[in-house]
């Protein structure tokens, strides 16, 4: 009987060869599956990799917290914009009404150079002298027909009506003697802020007339054309000094003086 190693001895050499390569084949099985459990090993830790930039990648929409932070960024630019805006706005409506009455004191230097006199209607041909008897008269009317103003005298304190004696006007009138000013028309101006005497010499003087200003706003205009020492920053305080004179405040409005001029 032929033994094992005789009968392998005894195969051809291609046998031998397959027959060699038998172990290798039985391992084979082997080495795919760990190949396959190493490359599934590989794709779980790219789909891992993946979810979780997924998940920290931050999306296009804003969350709870940052719109809250956002909301209060605006509120508290908000809170510091909103009071000066408006002190803006005030500040604006009471330059308006300094440059206005500078605007009509200009306008009553040319009519003095040229008339010669500031109780003259020169818009009429010939000119017509004013009456003391028909005074106060509203003079912005008759320097509009003259061409020295543009437009009406109006501002944008008080109640913004202009054009009548009870509205925002400009008049003329004539020079009280040394009586005591107070806050009506009729008792001069102490520009000085010295004593509370009427300082005005003369035979005429003009006054711009704002009606229904509010204490705010004539506190400003006084600080604005008179500097603050000629101004009061009292609430309920009548201000009798300098050129922007008034009574003290009833239900929070009173009718501002303004003078210009006189001669």
Known sequence: MTSKVGY??????????????????????????????????????????????KILKPS??????????VLAVIAILAALLIPKV???INNARVNNAAVSCETVKTALA???????ALNVDGSQTPP????????????????LKEQFLDK????????????????????VNVCPLAVAVDGTGNTGYNLSGTGATN???????????????????????????DGVGLSVTTAGTADFKGRVKYAATTNGVATVYVYLTHR
């Open 8 to 53: 392998a001895q005894s195969l051809p050499a291609s046998l031998k060869a397959e027959r060699a390569a038998w172990p290798n084949r039985r391992q084979q099985p082997k080495q795919k599956q760990e190949t396959n459990r190493r490359r599934e090993e590989k794709h779980s830790m790219k789909t891992n990799r993946k979810q979780k930039q």
């Open 60 to 69: 296009g929409a804003f969350t709870l917290i940052e719109m809250i932070g």
């Open 86 to 88: 408006y002190e803006a």
């Open 110 to 116: 040319d009519h003095y150079a040229k008339f010669n």
């Open 128 to 143: 017509v002298v004013i009456p003391n008897a028909n005074m106060p008269a509203l003079i912005d009317p008759i320097l």
């Open 152 to 171: 009406l005298f109006q501002v944008k304190i008080g109640d913004g009506t202009f054009g009548s004696n009870t509205t925002a006007h400009v008049e």
């Open 199 to 225: 300082e005005l010499v003369g035979s005429y003087m003009v006054q711009a007339v704002i009606p229904n200003v509010v204490e705010a706003d004539a506190q400003a205009l006084s600080a604005r054309m």
